[in-house]
């Protein structure tokens, strides 16, 4: 089995190794999150709009929850904030706030955060006054149930106030080479070295295929989500265009994977370091296929799932 590491701490350097990754791969925090059932994949239009039911937000605020820890509260969501909306500030939340703006525009703590626009507030980080003068919808993770609780100094540290991913330059330092030379690029939006969370842009060209259509599979020991933001995938679990969304466990064998017109993709890998280990059989994808076998072990999220077709493009 070939395998790729990805280091995210400096004082590390990029390695690839023909043999499996083992030992600091291990599973170094938080079982909760390893917890949280899978979900792969499923079509964010199949999912019902909400009025949210998080303690620092209106009813007039829309929810679609794509995927959710019932223990922790751990959520990812995509946010429909209404236009004119208007949010008083100094409070802070109990849980680590992570999102990305998919349409319209926010305003927070004086910041205008647009298209594809990022932030990254930490549980106990005071936020300031928020509006939306346009609407927007975001795509939000909270890493536990988000209540209201005390401001905690430290927090400002670790936060992420802002990050314009259009600014950021595409690249592939770091990336498995099995990646890099099929053509994929990255934006890395946080890196977090004690937890070894990192969060990504995914670019992927057009056509983009294993040789004969037929590839590996791959493998992690950490939690991977993804968010498809424009695009498509061919993967083994059918085709996901924009809009698609998995959280996948930990050992799972995924892929291989292609693109008939490119895409980008929101990607998260959690609780542990992001290792490629490579099957050494070969599976089939098929360009044609458009087909979905999901696999939805998280029930709220099976029961309000409905039927979705994407509309014709032409
Ligand atoms: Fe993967």
Not at 153 to 168: C, G, K, N, Q
Not at 224 to 244: C, Q
Not at 246 to 258: I, M, Q, T, V
Request: net charge negative; aromatic share 10%; glycine share 8%.
């Amino acid at each position: 089995m070939k395998s790729w590491k990805l280091h995210i701490s400096p004082a590390r350097e990029f390695s690839y190794h023909a043999s499996r990754v083992g030992g600091d791969a291990a599973l170094s925090r938080n079982d909760d999150i390893m917890s949280r059932p899978h979900v792969e994949f499923v079509q964010a239009q199949s999912l019902p709009w909400r009025p949210a039911t998080f303690a620092h937000l209106g009813a007039d605020v829309e929810v679609k929850v794509l995927s959710r820890d019932a223990e922790t509260g751990a959520t990812t969501a995509i946010l429909r904030i209404p236009t004119g909306w208007r949010q008083a500030g100094a409070f802070a939340l109990s849980a680590d706030e992570e999102f990305f703006v998919l349409d319209g525009a926010l305003e927070l703590d004086g910041r205008r955060y647009g298209l594809h626009c990022y932030g990254y507030l930490p549980a106990g980080y005071e936020r300031g006054a928020a509006s939306s003068a346009t609407g927007a919808d975001i795509l939000t993770f909270f890493s536990a149930e988000p209540s209201l609780c005390v401001r905690v100094r430290s927090a400002s540290a670790d936060v992420i106030p802002f990050l314009d991913a259009f600014e950021m330059p595409w690249h592939t330092d770091k990336m498995d080479p099995a990646y890099g030379e099929s053509g994929l690029c990255w934006k890395i939006l946080r890196r977090d070295e004690t937890a070894r969370d990192v969060t990504m842009l995914v670019a992927s060209r057009p056509h983009f295929h294993p040789p004969d259509w037929r590839g590996p599979q791959e493998r992690h020991d950490c939690v991977e989500e993804m968010f498809l933001l424009s695009g498509d995938y061919i993967g083994d679990r059918g085709l996901m265009e924009a809009g698609a969304y998995f959280w996948r466990p930990p050992g799972l064998d995924h892929g291989p994977y292609g693109s008939r017109g490119g895409n980008l993709g929101l990607f998260r890998t959690l609780g542990a370091d992001l290792a490629n280990n490579w099957t050494d059989d070969r599976r089939e994808i098929d360009r044609d296929a458009a087909r979905h076998e999901p696999i939805i072990a998280d029930m709220a999220t099976r029961a309000s799932m409905r039927s979705w077709k994407a509309p014709p493009r032409y």
